[in-house]
Structures are given as C-alpha cells and as structure tokens.
C-alpha cells in the first residue's frame, strides 16, 4: 500500500488563503476609507413661509418645487402649506415646517431652512491603479444612496440603496501599508475609542 503525503497541499491551500485574506482586508481598508470620505450629509436649501414659484422653472437654490411634491411632504409629516394663488404653473403659497420636518431641518434664515436629504456610501471598488513606488493611485468606485431622509424621498425621489454615482473617482495613498483614502481636511477625525 502506497501513501503519499498531503502536507505539501495543505501549505498551498493555507498560502492561497492568506493572500486571499490580506486582500481582502486591504480592500476592507480602503472600502472603510472611501466610505467616510463620501459619507457625509448632503443638504439643500427649503423656503418656508410666503413665496412665489413657477412649476415649469428649476430654482438655482431650491430645485424644482411642484404642487405634487409640497403634496408629497405635507403627506409625510414634513410640512404644511396652503395655495394663496394659482394662475397655471404659478402658484403663490404658505409654508410652514411641522415638528416633525424639524428633526431634519436647520433653520439658516428667517424664511429659509437646510434640509437633510440623504447620505452616500461606497457600492462597488471598480478599478484600482497603484504605483508603489511613489505611493499613490487612484480608485474607482460607485456610490449608492444611504440613510435617506424623507425629504430627500420626497424631493429627489430616491431611496436607501439607489445608484448614486455610477462611476467616480478618488487618489488614494499607502498609509502605514495599506492602501486607503486620507482623511478629508474639512471633517474632524474620529477620536480614537
């Protein structure tokens, strides 16, 4: 009876599987880098009170503001509003912000609040260029929609885990051997636990 040894297998199996495991931590690294880079509250500007607007024009400040979807919010809890006026697609309004609009809004002006709208997170890794050398590369990453607020539901129609960006782009840099994101200069670092 002939017996052969198996050991050599395994040390190839156990090799495959750290490379594996390293990779997939640096790659766990630079997702958790890219992820607080791009994940940070976007906001919008909201009028409340008495105002004018045109269904048919995109306001450079407030978007797109539609009958349907002041509807819409008032629906939510977000708001309230009345039509003082309409002639067409202009209608004159009144609108107020409830309590419960207020947990995502900061009033910025007498008349005018910022409202949250969603989140972003990282979705896929899609192309990676590293020169070790030098120490930097460039990563390529889609980004979905993440904790999305009503109002972000409601103005943007979107929801938690829609295509944000389907492509985009970011320099990376090897820090302490792992390739990740650095920290952006405009958010307070994490205070370590």
Not at 66 to 79: N, V
Not at 161 to 187: H, L, M, R, Y
């Amino acid at each position: 009876m002939k017996t052969t040894k198996k050991y050599p297998v395994w040390g190839v199996l156990m090799l495959c599987s750290l490379f594996f495991l390293a990779g997939c931590n640096s790659d766990g690294k630079l997702r958790e880098s890219l992820t607080e880079y791009v994940n940070d509250m976007k906001h919008q500007y909201f009028p409340s009170g008495k105002f004018v607007f045109d269904e048919n024009v995109t306001d450079m400040n407030f978007g797109k503001i539609t009958i349907e979807m002041l509807s819409g919010l008032r629906d939510e809890g977000l708001i309230t509003y009345t039509v003082l006026e309409n002639q067409g697609s202009i209608y004159a309004v009144d609108v107020n912000i409830t309590e419960e609009g207020l947990k995502y809004a900061k009033k910025v002006d007498e008349n005018l609040y910022s409202v949250s709208l969603h989140t972003e997170k990282i979705d896929k890794i899609l192309e990676k260029e590293f020169n070790e050398d030098t120490g930097i590369g460039l990563c390529h990453y889609s980004t979905v929609y993440d904790e999305v607020t009503p109002f972000g539901k409601i103005i943007m129609g979107i929801k938690s885990g829609d295509v944000c960006n389907e492509k985009t782009n970011k320099t990376v840099k090897k820090i302490d051997g792992v390739w990740q994101a650095e920290w952006p200069s405009w958010k307070e670092q994490k205070k370590e636990k």
